[in-house]
């Protein structure tokens, strides 16, 4: 026993260790290519054929061998054309003469063969870039869930690993006149090192599930730039170039609504930084009014608008602040799943709109909580204009190779590439480092070294993390505690409750229980709630998955946590059913999780309103 804690305290120490290593600019993206959608792009989104690789020959032959020549899906050849002038040549592939695959969008939805499928799929699209002498071109991808490969015309250009998060390659040398073939690897195969590791509560959603494009910046561009509003009543952010030009370049930022400039000039690196008073006619973001200015980025030759909201989020005592007024946050947790019977997770305005659109018009909220991962941009970009506050995360998820630095660094690399997308998110006010992790010393250090990072990232924004309850029975009925050494880490705790649901406790017992939390934090109920069939019903409301039972769920729950003095918010779970291959129940969910106050197809269930109701009242 005493060895088994002295390797896992050295681990932890070996976990810290390396965390120190890794500091805020190692975790900087090559190319941050921030509000990019608002440079000259070509989107390469649409129809790509594809091509299954179940045993990987395209990447490696056996014993780890380089891939034979015959199955390499990323060269640039004609394989039709080769066919057909005959002799000795042989090549098992033809991604030119593929089937066809919408995209952004999962392949789990394409055909029911491949609805399960968990491995490696070969992308291709063609396409003709325009003509622009003297810019630099770039490839950007929204999102590649797990791991990708990426070859443009033969050439690789570069990998990534993490599903939820974007990044950018130049590739300005490699593209050609004419006529130009991108081959995409994707392996959604997840593992022990891999964040999150292979067994979850959500669906594989294999593919490109975000937008591809093309983006076009000057020789020397701006790769980065913010604009935050601090406690101090100041206005703060900088300019980050890129190029062969950094030194000494006279940049500015305007905000012409405001009538306000700042100007710089950038160091040795391509570093500029603002610091301005705040003008009196500033309207501060809120749910209420989320105000957003356009926000004009210069240098040189580059000018960059992107659209921003000013406000300020802190924690005194128990309370959160949002513009130095108290706040309780009315939410729901939600995943990026959109409405409909086969979903693909193919985000679009109109489908996040439908999603957020029943959290801040039907429910009456405030906040949402994006689970369990980076949701799309277009999703905290829409959060932004309607005015609800985010819970944002990365799938540090039940459980990870905790006492390996190597696994530590994934997630702080996908931690920096979400931070550095979203920074400039007024709606963002709360990074999560996890959620439901056992508690021991080296997932303690691990999850202090992602807080660390997310603090040093971002100072302006609030650290929580959704956290397993201890529980104690005796004489004196049910008390549950928050017992984590995380909590010295956080701004905000959050706990997931699901009594009444999972174990032997009634609905009636859960309204007796007992909490004994520390009372100078803010405290949010991150996830409670209970699985229900749309259209089930059974009015004894003793039946699990029926609609009755889930609505005394909820009303026994709210009233257990209103008793709660520290309480200032909850996102229950969830908003709308989802699929997981966890749920296999062949009369209730059949790879449904049912836990939806809405159906997949947008079905309300009667504890929707009870939360509705809740939230008027609150």
């Known amino acids: 026993m005493k060895l088994s804690r002295m390797r896992k305290a050295l681990a932890a120490a070996m976990v810290c260790m390396t965390a120190s290593v890794a500091s805020a600019q190692d975790l900087r993206p090559e190319f941050v290519l921030t509000a990019s959608h608002a440079r000259a792009s070509e989107d390469l989104s649409g129809i790509w054929t594809y091509g299954l690789d179940l045993y990987r020959t395209g990447l490696t032959d056996i014993n780890g061998w380089v891939a034979k020549s015959r199955m ?79 070859y443009l015309n033969g050439e690789e250009v570069g990998r990534h690993e993490g599903g939820y998060t974007p990044f950018s390659l130049e590739v300005t040398d490699l593209l050609r006149e004419g006529e130009n073939r991108l081959v995409v690897g994707v392996d959604s195969e997840h593992d022990a090192q891999s964040i999150p590791t292979p067994i979850t509560d959500w669906d594989l959603y294999g593919g490109i599930t975000r937008p591809v494009e093309l983006v076009y910046t000057p020789e020397t561009f701006i790769d980065d730039a913010t604009a935050n509003l601090t406690t101090e009543e100041r206005i703060k952010g900088y300019i980050d170039l890129r190029g062969p030009e950094l030194a000494g370049q006279d940049v500015e930022m305007s905000i012409p609504e405001l009538d306000l400039t700042a100007t710089a000039t950038t160091d040795d690196a391509g570093m500029a930084t603002f610091d301005v008073a705040v003008p009196e006619d500033l309207e501060l ?87 369990h991962y980076p949701h799309s941009d277009v999703t905290v970009r829409l959060a932004d204009e309607m005015g609800l506050l985010v819970w944002s995360e990365i799938p540090v998820y039940w459980t990870a190779d905790w006492e390996n630095p ?64 201890k529980r104690t029975d005796d004489e004196n009925g049910t008390t549950l505690s928050i017992n984590d ?9 959050a706990v997931n409750f699901y009594g009444g649901w999972y174990g032997e406790d009634t609905l009636d017992d859960v309204a007796k229980m007992k909490w004994d939390t520390p009372l100078d934090q803010p405290l949010l109920f991150s996830e409670f709630g209970a699985d229900a069939v749309a259209g089930f019903h059974d009015a004894s409301v003793s039946k699990k998955f029926s609609e009755e039972y889930q609505a005394a769920f909820y009303e026994s729950t709210l009233a257990m946590a209103s008793g709660l003095p520290n309480l200032r918010g909850m996102s229950p779970w969830i908003l709308k059913d989802f699929q997981s291959p966890r749920r296999e129940h062949p009369v209730y969910q059949n790879g449904w999780n049912r836990k939806g106050l809405l159906s997949e197809t947008g079905q309300k269930k009667m504890a929707y309103d009870v939360l509705a109701d809740f939230y008027r009242d609150h």
């Open 72 to 150: 390499q899906r990323f060269r640039d050849i004609d394989v039709e054309a080769e066919e057909a002038k005959g002799g000795t040549t042989l090549l098992e592939f033809d991604m030119d003469r593929g089937p066809q695959m919408d995209i952004p969008g999962a392949w789990n939805a394409v055909e029911p063969e491949l609805r399960y499928y968990n491995g490696l799929v070969w992308f291709q699209p063609k396409f003709t870039p325009q003509a622009r002498e003297g810019e630099r071109a770039f490839l950007r991808f929204g999102a590649v869930n797990y791991k990708a490969y990426i």
């Open 485 to 493: 050494p995380l909590l010295d880490k956080l701004d905000v705790l």
């Open 285 to 371: 973001w809120s749910p209420e009014t989320p105000k957003l200015y356009d926000v004009e980025f210069r240098a040189g030759e580059d000018t960059l608008v992107d659209r921003i909201g000013f406000r300020t989020v802190e924690v005194n005592g128990a309370d959160i602040l949002l513009n130095g007024e108290p706040i309780f946050l009315k939410g729901i947790s939600m995943h990026e799943e959109e409405f409909g019977t086969n979903p693909a997770r193919r985000i679009t305005e109109q489908a996040a709109r439908a999603l957020l659109g029943e959290v801040k018009d039907g429910l009456g909220g405030n906040y949402v909580r994006l689970s």
């Open 406 to 469: 190597d696994v530590l660094r994934k997630a702080q690399t996908m931690q920096a590439e979400m931070i550095y997308r979203d920074r400039n998110r007024a709606s963002v006010i709360i990074w999560s480092v996890g959620n439901e992790t056992p508690v021991d010393d080296a997932r303690t250090a691990f999850h202090n070294s992602l807080a660390d990072t997310a603090r040093e990232l971002d100072p302006d924004r609030l650290i929580s993390a959704a956290l397993l309850v």
